[in-house]
């Protein structure tokens, strides 16, 4: 976590790495939705492991709950919320095994120094974007500083945890990137409308998508063999 001053108040910036084989689409900022309502203390920290609890068969599981919190409900669909802003999510690093890849490089000498370049290309092009966005950020507070004097900042809601102020009927809960989502008499997570099962969604996805995509394949293969 690194901390910068803005306008006389420390920004707090918090880096999550995550890793795996492979990962679903949008689950990463799905991921950091939850954590931002946990942060806020409007979820409880158990919520995360009620949303894995996913086994019917398993009707409220103690499944990693403490001591005196409440036995997990099953959730078998995912339910209504909106996922954290794309904004810092970056894909940083894949990783391969030997027997899967097979590198192809091009030997020394092939390639012109021109074309090849030196290296440091790369390095001041960043450097470029490092200094605007830091002309940027300066700018942006001093704009913040010059409105703050006519609009006092509105009362810190968040995390709850730490203040005791009651909320208004209107809130914004973050979902990072400077940006919030507007919600009104906030609605606890598993109290939501839960979207279709997986099953339904595949079944409409073959129904509908999925045939079209395969009459294509088998229109594309018998103009294949026609060629032929």
């Not at 995360?48 to 398993?58: A, F, G, H, T």
């Not at 030997?107 to 370049?117: M, N, Q, T």
């Amino acid at each position: 976590m690194r901390r910068y001053q803005s306008c006389g108040r420390p920004t707090r910036l918090v880096r999550v790495r995550s890793g795996g084989t492979a990962f679903l689409y949008h689950q990463v900022r799905h991921i950091m939705a939850i954590l931002f309502l946990v942060g806020t203390a409007l979820e409880h920290p158990s919520i995360i492991s009620s949303l894995l609890n996913v086994n019917p068969e398993k009707l409220a599981s103690p499944l990693f709950t403490m001591e005196g919190d409440p036995l997990l409900e099953v959730v078998d669909r995912k339910p209504e919320y909106q996922m954290a802003n794309g904004l810092p999510l970056i894909l940083w690093d894949c990783a391969y095994a030997d027997a899967d890849v097979q590198w192809r490089t091009t030997p020394d000498g092939e390639a012109s120094e021109e074309k090849r370049g030196s290296g440091s290309d790369l390095y001041d092009q960043l450097h470029s974007i490092y200094d605007r966005s830091i002309i940027h950020t300066v700018l942006d507070a001093h704009f913040l500083a010059a409105a703050a004097v006519f609009h006092p900042r509105a009362p810190v809601y968040f995390p709850r945890s730490q203040i005791q102020i009651a909320l208004p009927s209107v809130i914004q809960v973050p979902l990072g990137g400077g940006s919030s989502h507007r919600n009104g008499n906030y609605k606890p997570l598993l109290r939501r409308k839960r979207l279709d099962s997986i099953e339904n969604v595949n079944a409409r996805w073959r129904a509908g998508k999925g045939e079209r995509k395969q009459e294509r394949r088998q229109l594309d293969a018998a103009e294949d063999d026609i060629d032929e």
